[in-house]
């Protein structure tokens, strides 16, 4: 750092000085100037860091800080979308009539089912695959792009075709399921084979994402491990759970956290699975989730007071969930 | 001297990936100019002022050659839309767009269920049309100019269609169900009340063909049976009165009778799975304003093709209907006013209805050829004109609010479409209200 200090001060341009730095030879003007570009360059030195990731926090507060504390602004008030300046104060009345809201906690029973019914298989296949995946293989690297292809096609593409397959009358489920002599499910306005069905999209979406992440842990482990596991003659299975788990057990905490976090956020997938009504999540609102629950509230219903005050609540909810979360991962680390 | 080539050939190779790349670029940028899809792309292309509208559903104004027509008679106009398949999706952005006044196309469409809303909260936004040179307030349906003029007398839109609700069904399955196939005839069987149609409908299930219902979906019924009304959801003075408005609930008992019956199919409608029972011929009969024909069309099998006829409606009623509106906020706002002007004028909305079965909101243009010749695909050689014509004459003048698709949504699909699962009528009027009451709630 202190060398760097120095050979950076810019040199002096005129006046004649020789080069190199002998004080007796400067002028009191070439000295002042020196001193006001050190100055600068002290200052420089000490703010240009701020201003390099100034415009991460800018945005964020443009898009993220304000959003926030307007949105509970709003939460305090009585405030329609057709209106947005029309604010009438209500006090936590939003808040209060949630505890009531029988629409809301059937949203928040919808979001834990389909949360658990989607990310617990989801990692657990994610699993399996990347294990497979970490086996010498032909053509592995297709394999794993491959992996990733469901993660980048859009939630809406996906979701139509999955509407399709899970039709009831002429959908393809329903048919294989005919030729095995399954009578027809109604996928759309049954309440847990709608939940069972969009919880598939998600994890079809999802699987192969959560899949790379492991491998990628798995590929950092050891070889040698492996290795003297199988000199103790520890099956395939036996490594799996002895050198495998414990080693992923970070990734595994980590990817939890984000599934948790992404499953009780989930939207896109039940509002394209009910095409024509969308944000009421079926008929019976059997699969409307918390996200469906707060858009039908601010965009359909247009109230935008009661919108924010459900996502004040998610929010508050997201925190509680990750404080468990945290508690969780600190007793796993503790009993490592 | 190798390696020389070698880092020479190298750069070549960089050039020509940076000039193709620069290459592309460029030619991205061009694309995105000279197609200029962009709203805010407003007097761009040579000279030329592009007009955008904001449509939803099957519109048809470009598939009637009106773009293309208006075009030519206007050299200097270019003319662009952009189409939301349904309503649902189109509005809620619509409305973000006029609170914020940004975001606007030149022309936005209004659906009917809409207009009272946009009338009443965002006036201000929209253009005034009872003062644009050549827009004859007289030239409309009473009534559908009422809807879009504020109390101050601002007409914020012009409409383009009605929905005059007939009633459509498949001769070849009537035939089978040993129904009479005749429109007036057909339409006899159930004249003034709806529910002889109902009636119809279990005479149609002692005899119909294997796997057919009698009706497409409880919401259908439902719709068509509201539409007859003259007080639905608000009354004259605005006051939500769809609770205690017996008609409605009479309305909801006789549909959630006719789903009890198994009359009607356990679909909601504008679904895929309600698209496909269109295309497999699942149903005889569908409650029919003028653009279900559009819907069926876009859906049938060719085979079906010629198979429907239109009769009348037990009752003449009202089921959808368009505005067109001109933001304040656009670029070409004048221009916009005038195609709009054209666009809805009686001889444009009698070329809509032959084409697309969009159906007038301007009676002069009930007795031009195009109404009264008028042929669709679906119903074969069966002039269609007159029959809807009648409809929209003997529709009542309803009373709309602003959150009628509201109501309505939540009546028929949260609520009589529940019948078909195995709830009892009260159950899903119950559920209907709770879920309209929670959305209606401030």
Known sequence: MTTRHDTAVPPVKEGGTAPGRSPEDVSPAAEKKRARLSRRWQRDIRWSPYAF?????L??????????????????????????????????????????????????????????????????????????LNYKLRASTFFRVAMLAPYATSIAAASLVFVLLFGRDYGMINWALDTVGISPVDWQNDKWPSQIAVSSIIVWRWTGYNALIYLAAMQAIPHDLYESAALDGASRWKQFIHVTLPALRPTILFTVVVSTIGASQVFGEPLLFDANKGTSGGAEHQFQTLGLYLYEQGWVAQHLGRASAIAWTMFLMLIVIGIINYVISRRLRASS | MRARTRTARRQAVVLAAVASLGAGLLAGCADDGGDSKSPSEGG?????????????????????????EYEKLNPKIKIADNVIQQNANYYPPLLNHLTTNSGLLDIQAVEVANISEIVSTQADKLTDFSKVAGVDKSKWLDWKWAQATTK???????????????????????????????????GALWAGDWA?????????????PKGTFFMDSPGGLLNGIIGSEKEKFYDASGEIIYKSNPAVRAAFKLTAEAAEKGLVQSQTQFQPGWNSTIANSKFATISCPPWMLGTLKDNSKPESKGKWAVANAPKGG????????????????AEAQKFVAWLTAPKQQATLFKVQASFPSAPSAYTMPEVTGAVNEMTGDQPIGTIFAE??????????????????????????ILVTKGKSEQEAWDAATKTIDNKLDK
């Not at chain 1, 990731?53 to 926090?57: G, I, N």
């Not at chain 1, 949630?98 to 990310?119: H, Q, V, Y």
């Not at chain 2, 839109?157 to 169900?177: F, N, S």
């Open chain 2, 196 to 208: 002889k149609l109902v009636t119809v409908g279990e005479q149609y299930k002692r005899k119909a």
């Open chain 1, 53 to 57: 990731v100034s415009p991460f926090f």
């Open chain 2, 152 to 186: 101050d007398g601002q007409t914020v839109g012009l409409g383009t269609d009605v929905g005059p609700t007939a009633i459509c069904y498949r001769k070849d399955l009537y035939e089978q169900a040993g129904l009479p196939t005749e429109p007036a005839k057909v």
């Open chain 2, 44 to 68: 761009g292309g040579g000279g030329k002022t592009t007009l955008t509208l904001g449509l939803f559903g099957a519109m048809g104004f470009k598939e009637a050659g009106l773009y293309a």
């Open chain 2, 391 to 416: 409809a929209a004459k003997s529709a009542p003048v309803q009373v709309i609010g602003p959150k009628d698709q509201i109501i309505q949504e939540g009546l028929s699909d949260n609520g009589v």
């Open chain 2, 318 to 333: 009202n089921w959808g209907g368009t505005f067109l509106t001109v933001p304040k906020s656009g670029k070409n706002v």
């Open chain 1, 59 to 132: 945005l964020f507060v443009a898009f993220g800080m304000f959003p926030l504390l307007y949105t509970g602004w709003a939460s305090l008030h009585q405030v329609e979308l057709t209106a947005p300046t029309d604010m009438n104060w209500v006090g936590l009345r939003n808040y209060t009539r949630i505890f009531d809201d029988e629409f809301f906690w059937n949203a928040a029973k919808n979001t834990l089912t389909i949360g658990i019914i989607s990310t617990v298989p989801q990692l657990m296949m994610a699993m399996g695959i990347a294990h497979l």
